[in-house]
């Protein structure tokens, strides 16, 4: 008789380990390792998912041995298995390094559509529904001046739709937090209309390619290609930092050492940030290997990202791209792993499993004998510390290829615009940089890393600050639907004119967001073209590129935006790059802030004459003499490093010693402090000194979506000791934890508050 040892789909960590359960004899064939099944659990018998790690042959003798009578599986739930031995023990690896369970950690190998026991249902092929306005926008904004038209969510949903043709439904579902309910209610009233379309075949058609043959590398692009090519040929792990300043050519070493790879019958994993922020880049690689790729990609269908699994499962493809989860793909025969702009801090997971995709990857490398390349102008402190430690090799590039030259920076003081009697946010220097811009016919790009129309909204009488009821932050005033946004929760309300608590109607704002800077910019300089990229204008499918090639292609004279305008992409007449709001980053309370601020101003900094035209940045700012500026005036990411590891070694901070953040959340802020009391006390309890536990300490935003926060931190040096000792301890509390609270675990956590 078949018996099948199974993890449950459990979150309870002290249920972290295998159960018995019979094998139906007519399912003897079809069950494998690493397939999921359904079993009855539990003193309640129900029904929970579980996959296969092991299958025994067991006598009768052998089987009368168990003191319980063990259960049959009632059903498999997958026709291909997609987690072997090999998965099993990186899934392992996960649970151990992050604080996880074994099974969460499978459930990143699992293929789109199979995360859930409903799979039939969820692989079904459907047609897409968009969702178009049928009225004009001066008629609904009429109605909403008049409040025919009252409802927050409908408001905040039609003014979306002002912005953008047309939307996919489940783009506004997930993007903008609206139920079906509410599209269905608008609809009936006459304002959209609900269109359906055929899903698109083959997600490479999306990418205009024109095939290109390999570029004649410079000499610092063909000394790092024969460097990575030499750690390729030597079949054995290799990690190495391409340490490339932007605009350097680091994407043409990438596709010429994938064509190595692919020639020694091997295949590459590439990851990016984000696919709908790099579409240049992916781009560059459809249009160079061709129908040789799968695309992972968030946007897409789950039967269309399923059928790329099949695909990379089966051999079929060499070159897998995609975002964070790419590295889970079912890649047998990996010969390199690169990591693009690996200082982006979207390749940690930030839910659980809390994982870092760059030690991920460094492990399968690791397995597979591959090579692994991080690349980046920016790198993460950590990354850069072990390549100066010689843990990894480094391959510099400084130098943009042809006549391209780094741009010039200029520091603007906002102190001295205030006493020239300049009350604007955007400075005189600026204004006359994008005037002469204008006049040249060369384009603007506007940096500003706050949405919205203004940040918050204040009473002048008695200070009270309009905030989400969620959640323990201020709304943002978004004046296109004149709503008040959190952006924590997506809790919108109408705006009000009088204070709730002392009914003043004297209420001020803070500093501008990008669509007050939008408007502020058609008032200084009339006819002026302008595009917005954030996160209020790139809800619909394809809305990044949709955008940028607008910019693009129209020239349009100025583009604002998020750091979503500083990744992945090269506009040639791009000659001026403003900078706004750096205050903000710079005086951010969190030991990575400072590696953050230096990263974006860089990276934006980076889109500025990266082709024959000069380019120019200017910083405004009221603190010119930051470390951290000088330092991306100097274009000098040594000298930033210098200052910044210095300081990490001297407060214990990453990659000196191990962060371990416990964070406590639930909506009884007294059972929240209760448990968080009582996790101090396990922590502190047989502490033989191998980790320091600080006190318990709420984080800069102490609720959010009516859940209550308390965090504690530990540090120290993580080792199998620390490890199995705070292991023992989470088992100890989560066996007594109270119903109504949860409690996370975060490795080294990017965000501390």
Do not use: W
């Not at 249009?287 to 789950?302: D, E, P, W, Y």
């Amino acid at each position: 008789m078949k018996i099948a040892k199974v993890l449950i789909n459990t979150s309870v960590k002290s249920l972290n380990k295998v159960y018995d359960y019979l094998v139906p004899e007519k399912m003897e064939q079809d069950i494998k390792i690493g397939k999921r099944v359904l079993v009855s659990f539990g003193k309640g018998r129900s029904d929970e998912e579980a996959i296969i790690v092991k299958i025994e042959e067991k006598t009768d003798e052998e089987l009368k041995s168990y003191n319980y009578k063990l259960k049959e599986i009632i059903e498999i739930l997958d026709e291909v298995s997609y987690i072997n031995e090999s998965r099993l023990k990186l899934a392992k690896y996960i649970s151990f390094l992050y604080f996880c369970n074994v099974y969460d950690a499978l459930k990143l190998m699992l293929p789109p559509g199979t995360k859930s026991k409903n799979t039939k249902k969820s692989l079904n092929t459907k047609q897409n529904t968009l969702v178009k306005l049928i009225k004009n926008q001066e008629e609904i904004m009429e109605d909403i001046e008049n409040n025919v038209i009252t409802s927050a969510k409908h408001i905040k949903l039609l003014t979306f739709l002002m912005y953008n043709d047309y939307v996919l439904i489940n783009d506004i579902i997930d993007g903008l937090d609206i139920s079906r309910q509410v599209i269905n209610t608008v609809e009936k009233n006459g304002y959209i209309t609900l269109e359906k379309v055929d899903i698109k075949p083959d997600f490479l058609t999306e990418f205009k390619v024109s095939p290109t043959e390999p570029k004649k590398p410079t000499p610092e692009q063909e000394f790092a290609i024969d460097r990575i090519n030499s750690y390729i040929d030597s079949n054995e792990y290799k990690q190495c930092l391409l340490f490339g300043v932007t605009g350097s050519g680091k994407t043409e070493v990438y596709l010429q050492v994938i064509k190595r790879v692919l020639e020694k019958g091997k295949r590459a994993i590439v990851l990016v940030p984000e696919i709908s922020l790099t579409y240049q880049t992916v781009n560059r690689f459809v249009s160079r290997f061709g129908n040789n790729i799968a695309i992972l990609h968030s946007k897409m269908t789950v039967s269309k990202r399923k059928e790329e699994y099949k695909r990379i499962k089966n051999g079929e493809v060499d070159i897998i791209i995609g975002a964070r989860s790419a590295i889970f793909a079912p890649v047998d025969n990996l010969g390199l792993v690169i990591i693009d702009e690996e200082h982006d801090g979207s390749y940690y997971s930030q839910t659980t499993p809390k994982y870092s995709t760059k030690e991920v990857a460094s492990y399968i490398c690791k397995e597979n004998n591959a090579t692994l390349i991080l690349g980046s102008a920016t790198p993460e402190i950590s990354s850069f510390y072990k390549a100066q430690a010689g843990i990894m090799d480094i391959v510099t590039m400084e130098n943009r290829p042809g006549t391209a030259v780094m741009p010039k920076i200029e520091i603007v003081n906002m102190k001295y615009d205030r006493v020239l009697g300049n009350t604007s946010d955007i400075s005189l220097r600026l204004k006359e940089e994008i005037k002469k811009n204008i006049d040249k016919n060369e384009q603007t790009m506007i940096f500003l890393n706050r949405r919205g129309y203004l940040s918050y909204l204040r009473c002048n009488e008695c200070s009270y600050i309009f905030k989400c009821p969620n959640c323990d932050v201020a709304f943002v005033y978004h004046k296109t639907s004149n709503l008040l946004h959190c952006h924590y929760c997506s809790h919108v309300e109408r705006n009000v004119h009088k204070c709730p608590c002392c009914g003043s109607e004297n209420i001020s704002s803070s500093t501008i967001g990008t669509q007050r800077l939008e408007e502020e910019l058609k008032e200084i300089f009339p006819g002026v073209t302008t595009l917005r990229m954030d996160a209020d204008t790139t809800v619909a499918k394809d809305s990044h590129q949709k955008i940028l090639d607008k910019f693009k292609n129209e020239n349009i004279n100025i583009l604002i935006g998020t750091q979503m305008i500083s990744k992945g992409h090269d506009i040639e007449n791009v000659t001026l790059v403003g900078i706004l709001g750096v205050d903000t980053m710079l005086g951010m309370d969190d030991y990575l802030s400072s590696e953050r601020a230096f990263s974006n101003i860089s990276q934006v900094s980076g889109r500025a004459g990266r082709a024959k035209l000069p380019g120019r940045v200017l910083i405004q700012t009221n603190d010119p003499d930051n470390y951290i500026l000088n330092a991306v005036i100097n274009n000098s990411y040594i000298e930033f490093y210098e200052k910044e590891i210095k300081h990490r070694n001297e407060f214990g901070y990453p990659p000196f010693i191990d962060i371990v953040l416990f964070e406590i959340s639930g909506r009884n802020f007294y059972l929240v402090k209760s448990e968080i009391d009582r996790l101090y006390n396990i922590l502190n309890s047989e502490n033989t000194g191998i980790y320091k536990v600080f006190n318990p300490k709420a984080p800069f935003i102490q609720k959010i979506n009516n859940k209550f926060r308390v965090n504690i931190i530990v540090k120290t040096k993580l080792n199998t000791n620390s490890y199995n000792k705070l292991y023992e301890k989470i088992n100890i509390f989560n066996k007594t934890k109270k119903n109504g609270v949860n409690m996370v675990v975060t490795r080294n956590p990017i965000f501390i508050g």
